[in-house]
């Protein structure tokens, strides 16, 4: 079972940088893909951006939202996940969560605050 562990976020002013981290019990490379979701006060849990690994190769998703801004990554030497959040804005304020996708099934990070002031 993986238990993904998050870190980093915190308060950060509009067009400054944060990131969060996610490290898994298992190793990265054998995940089916890592995923950052965030949710704002009173809106649903939305896609932020995905990891997925074809064939140990992996390949990147981004809603548009955040497309330009945010990098995610990772280091396989350190089965961690990251994603890094740059030029933020008030509307990326929300609480980030971390999914790890093992074979179809999900494991989730118990959230990181995010929180961008207007």
């Known amino acids: 079972q993986v238990q993904p562990v998050q870190s980093g976020g915190g308060l950060a002013q509009p067009g400054e940088s944060l990131s969060v981290s996610c490290s898994a019990s298992e190793s990265i490379i054998s995940l089916t893909a890592v995923e950052w979701y965030r949710q704002a006060p009173g809106k649903e849990r939305e896609l932020v951006a995905r990891l997925y690994n074809e064939e140990n190769d992996f390949t990147v998703y981004y809603a548009d939202s955040v497309k330009g801004r945010f990098t995610i990554s990772r280091d396989s030497a350190k089965n961690t996940a990251y994603l890094q959040m740059d030029s933020l804005k008030p509307e990326d304020t929300g609480v980030y969560y971390c999914?790890?996708?093992?074979?179809?099934?999900?494991?989730w990070g118990r959230g990181t605050q995010v929180t961008v002031p207007s």
């Open positions: 999914d790890v996708n093992e074979g179809g099934q999900h494991y």
